[in-house]
């Protein structure tokens, strides 16, 4: 468990969604600790997470490998998932893994295109922003049309089918939805801004049935306003995923800013857990 200067503490200096305890314990069931500067969460099944970025420093440095030790030795997990800068565990060895980067948005350099200029003036002329907080089903049937439509791994799905519990536990998220003349729901962002210097882009959902060119980014400039009016200084745009993805981040002047690595490691008892 964590105190509430703790809490405060991590707010203060969180820069990746995972830094949220409110966030990771909503999806996982799991509770927080913090260690030396490093957050992790066990859960009573015995699943330890350990987020390998020190909250005051961007990069991993060598003393995580001892908090990793201290923490495998307190909770005794039999499965420690781990996202880190650098994992050396051979992916082999890992029942599931990935690798990726993060991307990053500097908003006191923010430079908007003209052309993307163009696409929001027009988009904003068809669609109207809602903010809330509250996800309701036509939300839940983007997120089941997105789930049908894309291969997605068991792990992104547990996420998604985790998100109306993760917004009702936090007061930290909004909701951001494009909505066309007929009131339709078009596309919607989650965006979390429990952080003090960052905000997260969480997730973004769009219809198919409904597509608009230009909605995602409309409701991104949406959210880049809130931030900048909150004095936020950061928008983590999350990882590349894949090259759409990535191609989107980046012509909004997203850069890759951490490296992330994943390995989801069974303990036998007598392995070493190797992040560098």
């Known amino acids: 468990m964590i105190t509430p200067a703790e809490e405060d503490y991590i707010n203060s200096h969180a820069y990746l969604p995972e830094h949220l305890p409110g966030y990771v314990t909503a999806i996982s069931g799991t509770e927080p600790y913090l260690i030396n500067d490093y957050l992790c969460y066990y859960g009573d099944e015995g699943h330890l997470i350990f987020i390998g970025y020190p909250l005051k420093t961007f990069t991993g440095d060598r003393n995580a490998q001892g908090i990793l030790d201290q923490a495998v030795n307190r909770f005794k ?9 650098e994992i050396s565990i051979p992916r082999k060895d890992c029942h599931r893994s ?3 980067c993060y991307y990053k948005l500097d908003l006191s350099d923010l430079h908007v295109s003209q052309k993307l200029r163009n696409m929001i003036r ?3 002329r068809e669609l109207c922003i809602e903010k809330s907080q509250e996800i309701k089903d036509e939300h839940l049937l983007l997120i089941s049309e997105f789930m049908d439509s894309h291969k ?10 985790r998100i109306p519990k993760y917004l009702s536990s936090v007061s930290t998220a909004w909701v951001f939805s494009a909505r066309n003349e007929d009131k339709k729901l ?5 965006a979390e801004f429990g952080a003090r210097d960052y905000i997260f882009y969480m997730f973004n959902f769009m219809s198919r049935q409904s597509y608009m ?3 995602s980014d409309l409701i991104l400039y949406e959210i880049i306003k809130t931030a900048q009016e909150m004095g936020k200084s950061f928008v983590n745009l999350g990882l590349g995923i894949n090259e759409g993805v990535a191609f989107f981040k980046k012509k909004w002047g997203g850069a890759p800013f ?5 390995c989801l490691y069974e ?6 857990l190797r992040l560098f």
């Open 213 to 215: 060119s230009g909605a």
């Open 152 to 161: 997605i791994d068991a792990d992104t799905r547990y996420i998604f089918e």
């Open 186 to 190: 078009v596309t919607f962002d989650i």
């Open 122 to 124: 027009h988009a904003s």
């Open 258 to 262: 951490l490296n992330y690595e994943f």
């Open 267 to 272: 303990r036998t008892g007598k392995d070493k």
């Open 98 to 100: 990935a690798s990726d």
């Open 77 to 85: 997990p039999k499965y420690v998932a781990l996202i880190a800068p």
